[in-house]
Nanobody
């Protein structure tokens, strides 16, 4: 099994910054990508940003230029630096790991990010 532990969520004013971290442990053997997704109340879970094992990244249009994803392959850690936060960024943020030829997915428990106006 694979465990993902997220940290770094919280309450921040609009324009502020937060840094989310996710550490993966357990049966990790061939990570395809790690990423961050978010889900606001009453909405579906959507991609925020993800990064492949080779370092390629992609971002949701709504966060481009404000959020930066990075990864430490040696530590199986992915980090999301969020700057210039907006109230619409308020959501539960989930870490996701995809690995192996079967592209199996694992999810963290989620961390709340609340941005006040």
């Amino acid at each position: 099994q694979v465990q993902l532990v997220e940290s770094g969520g919280g309450l921040v004013q609009a324009g502020g910054s937060l840094r989310l971290s996710c550490v993966a442990s357990g049966r990790i053997f061939s990570i395809n990508y790690m990423g961050w997704y978010r889900q606001a109340p009453g909405k579906q879970r959507d991609l925020v940003a993800r990064i492949t094992s080779g370092g390629s990244t992609n971002y949701a249009d709504s966060v481009k230029g404000r959020f930066t994803i990075s990864r430490d392959n040696a530590k199986n850690t992915v980090t999301l630096q969020m700057n210039n936060l907006k109230p619409e960024d308020t959501a539960v943020y989930y870490c996701r790991l995809n690995q192996g030829s079967s592209r199996q997915n694992y999810w963290g428990q989620g961390t709340q990010v609340t941005v006040s106006s």
